[in-house]
Every structure is written in structure tokens, then in C-alpha cells.
């Protein structure tokens, strides 16, 4: 079982910039691709960026490409996602997740990972 920890959400105005960090609780974290998605009020969880294992391929989303990157930290125990350049569509409560052991790929969807945090909520507004 991972346990996933997420922080470093906040209220930020337009334009500016944060990096959420995700806690992992398991010492084989290496061996997992990791996920970040977001949920805002009304909508359906969507992908944002992801990992493979060890942390040389990463994928993602349209809407964010050149502005989030995501990384992973695999003697530490946690993936980042620095966020730039950050617009009021990003508001949305944002989730680690962390797939399938062992798995070279990494995934887009939510139903291909098997572990979440409790999420931490990102507001850009001014």
C-alpha cells in the first residue's frame, strides 16, 4: 500500500507560479510512474502530468504543456509539478497518483493508477 501526501497548494494571482510536492510513504518508490491530475468544482478529474519510473520520459496535457513540468525524485520519495505562468482555468484541487508497480509506461488515465493522495487545492485568482 502507498500512502501519497500532496502540499504546497495555495492562492496565487495570474501569471504567477507554484510547485506542489507529493510525499510518498513507500521505500520502493522508484518502481512506481507517477500521476498529477486536477478536479475543479463541477468538472471530472483531469490529467495533468505524468512519469515514467525512472524518471526520463514525461507526458502532458495540452493545456499546460510548456508551462507545468513534472519531476520525480526517486531517493527522496517525491514527485514535483512546477507550475508557471499559472491562468484562472488551473484553479482546481490537484492529485498524486502513483500506477502500477514495476510499470516501464506511463499513463494518462485515471483508471490506470492505483494509488491517490487526498489532493491540495491550487486558486489562481487576483
Known amino acids: 500500500q502507498v500512502q501519497l501526501v500532496e502540499s504546497g497548494g495555495g492562492l496565487v494571482q495570474p501569471g504567477g507560479s507554484l510547485r506542489l510536492s507529493c510525499a510518498a510513504s513507500e521505500r520502493t518508490f522508484r518502481n512506481y510512474p507517477m500521476g498529477w491530475f486536477r478536479q475543479a468544482p463541477g468538472k471530472e478529474r483531469e490529467f495533468v502530468a505524468a512519469?515514467?519510473?525512472?524518471?526520463?520520459?514525461?507526458d502532458y496535457a495540452d493545456s499546460v504543456k510548456d508551462r507545468f513540468s513534472i519531476s520525480k525524485y526517486n531517493a527522496l520519495n517525491t514527485v514535483h509539478l512546477q507550475m508557471n505562468s499559472l491562468k484562472p482555468e488551473d484553479t482546481a484541487v490537484y492529485y498524486c497518483a502513483a500506477g502500477s508497480q514495476y510499470s516501464q509506461n506511463y499513463f494518462t488515465r485515471a483508471a490506470e493508477y492505483d494509488y491517490w493522495g487526498r489532493g491540495t487545492q491550487v486558486t489562481v485568482s487576483s
Open positions: 512519469i515514467n519510473l525512472s524518471g526520463d520520459r514525461t
